[in-house]
């Protein structure tokens, strides 16, 4: 049984010997990059420590701490140019602050309750803010080989992402429509990929209660032929 116990023990040493701790610089998308550290095992499973900054060019868009690939402690989440519209404790599950969206917002929430003036709703919010807390989603829609190319005057495309009572993500789809015609074509936005930190949300509510919505957001190709999302702030 000691041998068996010492047997073990070299074995758990052995993987923290050969684990590596490396800086990592990854581009999310265009202009937007991340910083960070992260440990490297014997797999070349890749866990998150420390402190983590994400820029759009010189300016933050995120900014907090990692344990052991976990979220922790205050995290500050900013638009693209830079200015702070997000605050969320991780480790009390606490919003501390979230700026007013913009009248000019291309996001739109949608419950299926019939709202009266004497209801009292809340729309879902995203964890990450308005910007950073989509641009997981913009990177998984560029994958689709159809909106690759897309005439910026002739299509629109709206990411739908349908938002559980309990604030995961439940399903992601994208609906491409053709000006011209109003023919519309939807596909399934692969999500497997995202890590789970970028499938919360915060649930909408109806008159105190947790309810499921979903949440719309504009898209449009850029003049490269990209899909961009229009009028996050």
Not at 121 to 145: C, D, E, F, N
């Given at each position: 049984?000691?041998?068996?116990?010492?047997?073990?023990?070299?074995?758990?040493?052995?993987?923290?010997?050969?684990?590596?701790?490396?800086?990592?610089?990854?581009?999310?998308?265009?202009?937007?990059?991340?910083?960070?550290?992260?440990?490297?095992?014997?797999?070349?499973?890749?866990?998150?420590?420390?402190?983590?900054?994400?820029?759009?060019?010189?300016?933050?868009?995120?900014?907090?701490?990692?344990?052991?690939?976990?979220?922790?402690?205050?995290?500050?989440?900013?638009n693209?140019?830079?200015?702070?519209?997000?605050?969320?404790?991780?480790?009390?599950?606490?919003?501390?602050?979230?700026?007013?969206?913009?009248?000019?917002?291309?996001?739109?929430?949608?419950?299926?309750?019939?709202?009266?003036d004497?209801?009292?709703?809340?729309?879902?919010?995203?964890?990450?803010?308005?910007y950073?807390?989509?641009?997981?989603?913009?990177?998984?829609?560029?994958?689709?080989?159809?909106?690759?190319?897309?005439?910026?005057?002739?299509?629109?495309?709206?990411?739908?992402?349908?938002?559980?009572?309990?604030?995961?993500?439940?399903?992601?789809?994208?609906?491409?429509?053709?000006?011209?015609t109003?023919?519309?074509?939807?596909?399934v936005?692969?999500?497997?990929?995202?890590?789970?930190?970028?499938?919360?949300?915060?649930?909408?509510?109806?008159?105190?209660?947790?309810?499921?919505?979903?949440?719309?957001?504009l898209?449009?190709?850029d003049?490269?032929g990209?899909?961009?999302?229009?009028?996050?702030?």
């Amino acid at each position: 049984m000691k041998n068996l116990l010492t047997l073990i023990a070299c074995f758990f040493c052995f993987n923290i010997c050969l684990a590596q701790k490396v800086e990592k610089r990854n581009y999310i998308i265009d202009d937007v990059y991340e910083r960070y550290n992260a440990v490297i095992d014997s797999n070349d499973v890749e866990t998150k420590v420390g402190t983590y900054t994400s820029y759009r060019g010189k300016k933050h868009i995120a900014d907090g701490e990692y344990k052991n690939g976990k979220r922790v402690g205050i995290w500050h989440f900013y638009n693209h140019d830079g200015k702070e519209i997000q605050q969320y404790d991780y480790d009390n599950n606490k919003l501390i602050f979230e700026a007013p969206e913009n009248e000019l917002s291309f996001i739109q929430y949608k419950l299926d309750y019939v709202i009266t003036d004497k209801d009292k709703v809340t729309p879902p919010i995203k964890l990450g803010g308005r910007y950073y807390g989509y641009l997981a989603y913009l990177k998984q829609m560029r994958k689709i080989h159809d909106l690759r190319g897309l005439e910026p005057d002739q299509y629109l495309t709206v990411l739908k992402i349908l938002v559980s009572p309990m604030g995961r993500m439940a399903d992601c789809t994208v609906e491409l429509m053709y000006r011209r015609t109003g023919q519309s074509v939807t596909y399934v936005v692969n999500t497997d990929e995202l890590p789970e930190s970028d499938k919360i949300f915060i649930p909408a509510t109806f008159n105190g209660e947790q309810v499921s919505s979903r949440v719309e957001v504009l898209c449009k190709p850029d003049d490269d032929g990209e899909i961009n999302l229009v009028g996050i702030k």
